[in-house]
C-alpha cells in the first residue's frame, strides 16, 4: 500500500497525513510506505514500485495527477485506489462522501469498499477527475488560485466575485453527442463537464444530479446575462437549485466539444489559457475506487 502525498506540503498537512498513515498501521494495514511525488516524473517513479493499493493523500489536483499517470502509462484496470482529502476544496472527496477528516478518512478507506468509477479524457489525451469547466467557473478558479494560500478555502467564493463582477460571457458552439446545444451567436457564460457534483471546495454545485459512475458527462451551459442576474446566479449555483434557471441548459452526452474564442478552462482545478477548442468523452468504469460504505 502506497501513501502519495504533495512534496509541497507541510505543517498542518504533514501533520494530518502522519496521523492519516498512524491510523492505517494500527488498523492492521500491511506494508504502508509514504511517498511524495511534485513532477510527473516522480510520480513514474512512484508507481514503478508496483503498489496495487494507492492512497492519494491531497485535494483534487492530486487525484488529477495520479489518474492522468495511470492513463497515460495504461494502468487505470490495474490498481485500486484511495483517498485522504488534504486539499484546499476536496470537490471530488465530498462527492463520495469520504470524510474530510484525515483520520476518519483512513478509517473510511479501511471500511470501504471497491466502485469502478468513471473518468473524462479529452482530444489531447488529458484525463478528468471530477469537473472540467469552461469561462467564468475557470476565471474564477484562476482568480482564487491567487488567494488560496492565504485565504484557504475561502478562495474560492472571493475568486467567484471576482470573476462574476467582471464576466462579459463567450461565444461558443458546443456540441453534445454530435448535436449543437449552443451557437457562437449566443453568449456563453460558463459550459461545465461534471463527473462529481462540486465545485470550488463546495461552494458550487455543478450539477446536482452528476455521478461518477453514471457513465455519462453530465453537461451544463449557463448563459451570459446583467450583473444582478449574474448575482442570483451565483447564489443558485451555490445552493444546486441553478437547473430552475430558464438560462441554464443541461444534458446528459457519451461526447462533448467546444469551439470558441479563446477562453480559461480548468480541470480538476488546473488552468489553461486560450483555449479554442476541445472534445471530451466518457471513460465508464475506468479506475477502482474505494468509497465509504454506506450508512
Sequence with gaps: ????????????????????????????????????????????????????????????????????????????????????????????????????QAEAAAKAFLTGGTRALDLFVDDAGEVTVNAVHLGTGADSSREAARWKRSLGPVSFPVGGLIAGWAAQGYRMRVEADGRTVIGPQHKVLMVGLANGRFIGGGAGTLDPDARVDNGVINLVISRSRGLWRRVAHGVRLHRGTHPMEIDVHRHRAQSVSIRSEPVTASNDGEITEGVTGRTWRVLPGAWNFVVPKPD
Excluded at 506540503?9 to 496521523?19: C, D, K, Q, S, Y
Excluded at 483517498?83 to 476544496?89: D, H, R, V
Aim: glycine residues 14%.
Design 1 to 100: 500500500m502506497l501513501v502519495i502525498s504533495n512534496a509541497k506540503a507541510g505543517g498542518n498537512e504533514e501533520a494530518h497525513l502522519r496521523a492519516a498513515t498512524a491510523e492505517l498501521a494500527v488498523a492492521g494495514a500491511e506494508g504502508v510506505e509514504v511517498g511524495y511525488s511534485e513532477t510527473p516524473d516522480e510520480m513514474d517513479e512512484l508507481l514503478d514500485r508496483g503498489h496495487e493499493i494507492l492512497i492519494v493523500a491531497g485535494g483534487d489536483g492530486s487525484l488529477h495527477a495520479l489518474a492522468n499517470a495511470l492513463y497515460r502509462r495504461g494502468e487505470l484496470a490495474e490498481r485500486t485506489v484511495g483517498l485522504i482529502p488534504l486539499g484546499t476544496g476536496n470537490d471530488f472527496a465530498r462527492s463520495l462522501g469520504i470524510p474530510l
